[in-house]
């Protein structure tokens, strides 16, 4: 009799530490995430820290931060332009993205867009051959900085401006001009 007691309590016990305190003995698993996750490159930009912003253009010759538009290309005369030059500052300073304008407000294009003539190729820069997004691309590129460009949507120069369809195939037709760069 004594000898089944001792059996029966033992068994309890063998069942008490299997069954009930079971879970215990692992870690908690990690919630399911919850949607939307941040996609790759939504992440990316929340690690990239610092980026430069080079508003660069005709306002750089008039000392203004908006352009009316009414600004001559020929004012446009960068002497020395080293875009190599700012792409090692971004690098010391261990900066990522290097985002250009492309085109501001005031609509002067940096590069030689075939759409309108406001741009480098009235420009003294190398005689109108200069293309300044080319260079700053091909800087970034050898460099590792990766590229942002800005092409303004308010265009205070060119006469499409405000005529819907008009406007808005010019804009994509200078968009795929750039994404070509
Ligand atoms: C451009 O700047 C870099 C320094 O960042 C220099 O090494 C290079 O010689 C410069 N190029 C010209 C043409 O001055």
């Avoid at 250009?100 to 309108?116: E, R």
């Avoid at 260079?135 to 006469?159: K, Q, T």
Wanted: hydrophobic share 35%; glycine share 8%; with cysteine.
């Amino acid at each position: 009799m004594a000898t089944h007691y001792h059996l029966i309590i033992s068994t309890l016990i063998i069942l008490s530490n299997i069954l009930p305190s079971h879970q215990n003995h692992f870690a908690t698993t990690p919630p399911l995430p919850i949607l939307p996750l941040p996609s790759y490159s939504q992440l990316k930009w929340q690690q990239r820290e610092i980026i430069f912003f080079h508003h660069f253009g005709v306002n750089t010759f008039t000392n203004s931060e908006w352009g009316t538009g009414k600004e001559s290309p020929k004012i446009f005369n960068p002497k020395g332009l080293n875009t190599t030059q700012w792409v090692d500052v971004a690098v010391q300073m261990g900066v990522s993205l290097s985002i250009l304008t492309a085109k501001h407000h005031d609509g002067f294009c940096l590069w030689p867009s075939k759409y309108t003539d406001h741009s480098v190729i009235g420009s003294p820069l190398q005689d109108g051959h200069g293309d300044v997004v080319k260079d700053f691309a091909d800087a970034a590129r050898a460099g590792g900085v990766d590229i942002g460009l800005y092409l303004s949507l308010w265009d205070r120069h060119d006469y499409r401006y405000g005529k819907t369809i008009a406007y808005n195939e010019y804009y994509m037709g200078q968009l795929q001009e750039l994404l070509n760069k």
